[in-house]
């Protein structure tokens, strides 16, 4: 579709969720293609992103990649816009000025009268449920890139099972099997650090943030304890602060962690870390997965910066240490999430040439999202869900808004919700609740935030036109509401993230 548009002497726009993800696709589209291309991501300096606007704008590049806000660029000549993982959550900004660049992307498109794509192997329902009802047009891809054959996917329940630092027996045999076959293992735990928890052994202390409602994550790469919410940082306690006990424990796993013990039980066998700590610096991660696609074997480990569009030739087993993680979550998208999840880090196997292997540990084999996922794939699996979210009138069957509130002390963001709920309720008259719902306020799941206490009041409806006529006559009174002096608020409309 590139091609075609490129010979009509049109512009292509390529958006990615992830600026990691840039160099790979850029590398690729060169080859393919022999025309300019220009690249923007806030990774750029101010001179580069500028020379890059500019060439979009003059009509210089034919294509231009980037991430989320590269929607914005200006095209001389527009052809398509393509959202390369569409389902990604990266693509909505999540503060400031809060908008989708997916949603916004089909809204240019339309603006202009060009083709857009919105590409993923695990779509999101929104997009899947307008495939479904027509509104999009729905293509399927029923063969992996390059004929490579669909991975076997099996889970390993360790309800019963001592394991070694996260590991079961099983699983390293697995590991110890495929790198002797001179083949590449991907492990996949989604949790940065050494370990999640620090613990006093006798008195059950827990080394807590002081500024937000969560614990402090263990590193022992420049060792410290660190919130991965506020980013506040401290040395590691040397004793416990209530009993002066010395017996702190690392609880939980965390990448460093399974680094150290990998590299211990296969000392032969290259063990790389990949996750925000081990690519701080610029070039960092090229140099990486340079290193990964000399194709030698190695285990990389990592995080979700691993399951997002990579490409491992040499990778035949990924093994996802923890998958019981998401399962549970207070997020009504928990289940969809999760699912997306563990499908994209399954598809980094098995790629090239030989098959692939996908070994699943979990404490809960029985759950239906994991039966579904490995024995009926995603596409079922989502419609399962859909069928869900209609009976509990929840997106995309339903519009929701999300009014948040947050402050130093503890009841002022409450108390201004509270007004908020009157003027809604006045606006919305006395049948009100037939066309926009209001729930709370109620404390955010996580209540304490970088120092803020925070509120939510949740707005919903199976109208969005209903939703944007309050919304549109509620903004003006909230800005003269003298309960909002000293409360930071919000309005986010689609919530991606409800914690």
């Known amino acids: 579709m590139i091609a075609a548009v490129l010979e009509q002497s049109r512009q292509a726009l390529v958006l990615v969720p992830e600026i990691s993800l840039t160099p790979q696709t850029i590398s690729r589209f060169r080859k393919r293609f022999q025309c ?128 070694q630092e996260g590991f079961s027996s099983t699983l390293l045999q697995q590991i110890g099997d495929h790198l002797q076959r001179g083949n590449q293992v991907l492990v996949f735990i989604n949790r940065r650090g050494f370990a999640p928890t620090l613990q006093c052994a006798d008195c059950g202390w ?13 590193h022992k790469t420049h060792a410290h304890l660190r919130c991965h919410h506020c980013d506040a940082r401290r040395s590691i306690d040397r004793y416990c602060p209530l009993c002066k006990s010395k017996q702190l424990q690392a609880l939980g796993l965390g990448t460093e962690r399974s680094e150290a013990f990998l590299s211990r039980i296969f000392p032969t066998a290259r063990v790389l870390r ?49 998958a019981d993680a998401g399962l549970f979550s207070a997020d009504f998208r928990g289940q969809e999430h999760t699912a997306q999840l563990l499908m994209q880090v399954a598809g980094r196997s098995g790629r090239e040439g030989q098959s692939g292997e996908v070994l699943i540990q979990t404490r809960h084999a029985t759950h239906n999202t994991l039966q579904a996922l490995v024995h ?84 919903q409806s199976t109208q969005r036109s209903s939703l944007q006529q309050l919304l549109s006559q509620l903004c003006p009174e909230l800005e003269s509401l003298k309960e909002s002096r000293g409360v930071r608020w919000s309005i986010d409309v689609d919530p991606q993230d409800m914690i």
């Open 36 to 163: 300019r291309i220009a690249v923007l991501h806030s990774g750029l300096t101010d001179s580069e992103r500028m020379d890059a606007w500019l060439q979009a704008r003059d009509g210089i590049a034919d294509i231009v990649i980037g991430t989320r806000s590269a929607l914005f660029t200006p095209l001389a000549r527009p052809g398509i816009i393509i959202i390369d993982e569409e389902h990604d959550n990266s693509f909505k900004q999540q503060d400031g000025f809060r908008y989708s660049a997916r949603d916004l992307a089909i809204v240019r498109a339309r603006n202009e009268n060009v083709g857009i794509v919105l590409g993923s192997a695990t779509p999101s329902l929104e997009t899947l449920h307008n495939a479904l009802n027509g509104r999009y047009r729905h293509l399927t891809l029923t063969a992996r890139a390059g004929g490579a054959a669909r991975p076997l996917l099996r889970l390993l329940d360790t309800t019963h099972e001592v394991l």
């Open 206 to 218: 827990v080394a807590e943030c002081l500024h937000c409602d969560a614990r402090m994550t263990l």
């Open 376 to 459: 009926h794939g995603y596409g079922t699996f989502a419609r399962t869900i859909l069928m869900e979210r209609q009976a509990a009138h929840m997106p995309p069957f339903a519009h929701l808004a999300l009014i948040r509130a947050e402050a130093t002390d503890f009841s002022t963001p409450e108390q201004f919700l509270n007004k908020v709920r009157q003027c809604a309720s006045q606006l919305l008259g006395p049948e009100g609740d037939a066309a926009v719902m209001l729930m709370g306020p109620l404390p955010a799941p996580m209540e304490k935030r970088a120092g803020k206490f925070r509120a939510q009041l949740l707005l």
């Open 274 to 322: 990949v996750d925000r700590d081990s690519t701080r610096r610029k070039n960092e991660l090229d140099i990486l997965l340079n290193e990964v696609h000399q194709g030698e074997p190695c285990i990389l480990i990592g995080t979700q910066m691993l399951a997002k569009g990579h490409h491992f030739p040499r990778v035949t087993l990924v093994a996802v240490l923890d």
